[in-house]
């Protein structure tokens, strides 16, 4: 079975990584970080609608290019390498999949259009605080028109104009589409480790919300949501770990010391082969994820569990073990490798931290091997 991308796909890839090189260079990402009030580039978010990246899995009778989940990976893969400060997985990954999955005609036609032409800014809210979510952990509560309770931390709150909220409905768990324009709902900016990647505190007080798909099967809706998630935050951790690979190569080539490059020192060549393993495991099992969130296999809960464990482990090593090889220099400001330090802690944690991922990995491959 051949698990590599078709030639159109690495045509797609290839085009992206020159668009964002221009338009996504480490000047746009640190002008994002030192700016206290931007947690995204505008600019780029406009010419990333433009190119049709955010309509990439929409159904073009919605105005998207209704390509597909592989065409989502290639470009997830270079938003990654790129480590663009937009939007792009809480729109795409998360708010587009769940009306894809979930919403009525009409939420589709109302919305997805709008998140196309780059409109819309979508979040995914479903945390309410430390510790893994959870069923019973859900205090939010919908009664069929309005939505109160509170969500943190929620990525891209603090830019989002819409929310999927998961909330109390009766007894059971409901998805909710949220305006978050309204009266009704206060946002409080959050300090992380990542500025260029927003996060919020929102706070819903009988705000006007519409049920996204049936209630009570909120939560079946949630978790089918964070496992396509899940692959394409995978190669969007892959992404960032090649940059890293590329980065800690490029500067053991040009850098010397006792007048050699200090690529030739065995610890300095263990490090960057021990990343290049770590790396194509974690891509090994991205591109497992890929087919089964392209081909809709029974297999994706147990796939997208395996790639969002390798995949994190393998973009902390690679940030990790790129500022060493740097050396002093690595932990400098004026050094692009915090950049993707940040970067690889905090996409570690969104959807879930390695934990929840590594108990969800172990529980679906007991039920595989129960079957």
Not at 167 to 196: C, F, I, M, N
Not at 305 to 311: P, T
Request: charged residues 25%.
């Amino acid at each position: 079975m051949n698990f590599d991308f078709s030639d159109d796909q690495k045509m797609l890839q290839d085009q992206a990584r020159k668009f964002l090189a221009e338009k996504s260079s480490r000047k746009v990402v640190r002008d994002v970080l030192n700016d206290t009030g931007k947690s995204y580039d505008l600019a780029l978010w406009k010419g990333v609608a433009e190119q049709g990246w955010l309509g990439a899995a929409i159904p073009e009778e919605f105005g998207g290019l209704g390509l597909g989940g592989l065409e989502q990976c290639v470009l997830a893969e270079e938003v990654g390498r790129a480590v663009a400060p937009i939007p792009f997985s809480s729109t795409v990954y998360f708010f587009a999949e769940a009306l894809l999955a979930a919403g009525s005609a009409a939420q589709k036609k109302a919305l997805l259009p709008k998140i196309v032409g780059g409109e819309v800014v979508g979040s995914f809210a479903i945390s309410e605080g430390p510790g893994a979510p959870s069923p019973s952990a859900i205090e939010a509560s919908f009664d069929g028109a309005k939505l109160s309770g509170v969500k943190i931390p929620v990525t891209d709150g603090d830019i989002a104009t819409h929310a999927v909220v998961l909330a109390k409905e009766g007894s059971g768990l409901s998805l909710v589409l949220v305006d978050l324009k309204q009266a009704g709902v206060k946002r409080e900016t959050l300090t992380t480790l990542d500025p260029t990647r927003g996060h919020a505190k929102l706070t819903f007080d009988k705000a006007n919300g519409e049920r996204l798909g049936k209630a009570g099967e909120g939560w079946e809706l949630a978790e089918a949501v964070l496992d396509r998630a899940a692959v394409l935050i995978a190669f969007e951790q892959i992404g960032g770990a090649q940059a890293c690979l590329d980065m800690a190569v490029d500067y053991a080539k040009g850098r010397y010391a006792f007048s050699r490059q200090i690529g030739s020192f065995q610890a300095i060549k263990h490090k960057l082969a021990d990343m290049y393993v770590a790396i194509e495991l974690g891509r090994s099992n991205a591109y497992y994820g890929a087919w089964a969130l392209s081909t809709e296999s029974a297999q994706l809960p147990l796939a997208a569990a395996a790639a969002r464990v390798a995949a994190s482990d393998a973009y902390y090593f690679a940030a990790k073990e790129n500022v060493q090889t740097h050396g002093g220099m690595g932990f400098t400001w004026e050094v692009d490798c915090h950049l993707f330090y940040r970067r690889a802690k905090l996409l570690a944690v969104q959807a879930g931290g390695p934990s929840v991922w590594k108990e969800k990995l172990v529980r679906r491959l007991e039920l595989k091997n129960a079957a």
